[in-house]
């Protein structure tokens, strides 16, 4: 372990157009003590990884690591991997189409160096639409946080976070058995035992221009049904009350992917599961509001 570092992981998979982009965003950090880990999960020899190796032949920073996988599994594999392969104290993550402003690490650090007892640090992220920011994400406690993050109340994500590697290895990697939600059940693991401050500062910009991974219905009903199967420990840490909300949290977001496709059986279906829950529909409503308060009209 270097004393200090912080190792970039970026995960690729059919994205090298936008690969250099988040890259450069982290070349470029005014935090200079990093190394930049880019894990290739495209199939070997495929099109796709060796556009990937030729668009890396053109950065020149000898802090960029580039590791091949011997076959695509999914992105929380290629994240283990990164956390194996790291030689930093730190850990960050970042998508391959999204970006860091400059000085994310930089103000993650800050807030270690003042906190001897934190343990890992969130920022803010806003979304942009070919280029311009159409919504950011609200500003919220972390009390409660590990509930939050469980119902899913709170803009926490990978690209993010900024986590002591010493604390990753105690809590628990990524579960690779997960098709989605692999970032929840690290932090809902990570909280069990520590702590995630929140740097109140809009550090992280999500390009939203792809929406080739968005779910079909069943597909999103058959991502929850796993999450709930594989973070059950965690809904049992309270009682039955406010498992139910949580549950009802996650029962919407299933019911907006059905709306989505009309597919109103479904619709009915979660709505009937949530039944008369007064607080999980004032949630939902206040979540509504916040969106819309949130949405940025660019000029």
Known sequence: MVKGMISCIIPTYKRSDTLIRAINSVINQTYKNIE???????????????????????????????IKQLKHINGAAARNVGIKSSNGEFIAFLDDDDEWEYTKLERQMDVFLNDINC???????????????????????????????????????TPTVLLKKSCIDESGYFDESLIRHQDIQLFLDFLLKYNIKLLPEYMVRINTELEENRPTTQN????????????????????????????????????????????????????????????????????????NRNSITSK
Do not use: W
């Not at 070919?130 to 972390?142: A, L, Q």
């Open 220 to 291: 999103i009903i058959s991502i929850k049904e796993e999450f709930f199967k594989k973070t059950q420990r965690h809904f049992e840490i309270y009682d039955k009350k406010v498992q139910r909300q949580i549950y009802s949290a996650h029962y919407f977001e299933i019911i907006l992917v059905a709306i989505r496709e009309r597919n109103y059986k479904i619709v009915i279906k979660y709505i009937m599961k949530i039944g008369i829950n007064i607080n999980a529909y004032l949630s939902v409503l206040r979540r509504f509001k916040e969106r």
């Open 36 to 66: 930049i880990l880019v894990i290739d999960d495209n199939d070997p020899n495929s099109e796709e990884s060796m556009l990937v190796e030729k668009r890396l032949k053109d950065i020149f920073d000898k802090r960029l690591r580039y």
């Open 119 to 157: 343990s890992g640090v969130s920022t803010l992220y806003k979304y942009y639409k070919n280029g311009v920011p159409i919504r950011k994400c609200s500003v919220y406690e972390t009390n409660d946080l590990h509930k939050k993050v469980l119902e899913r109340s709170v803009a926490i994500c």
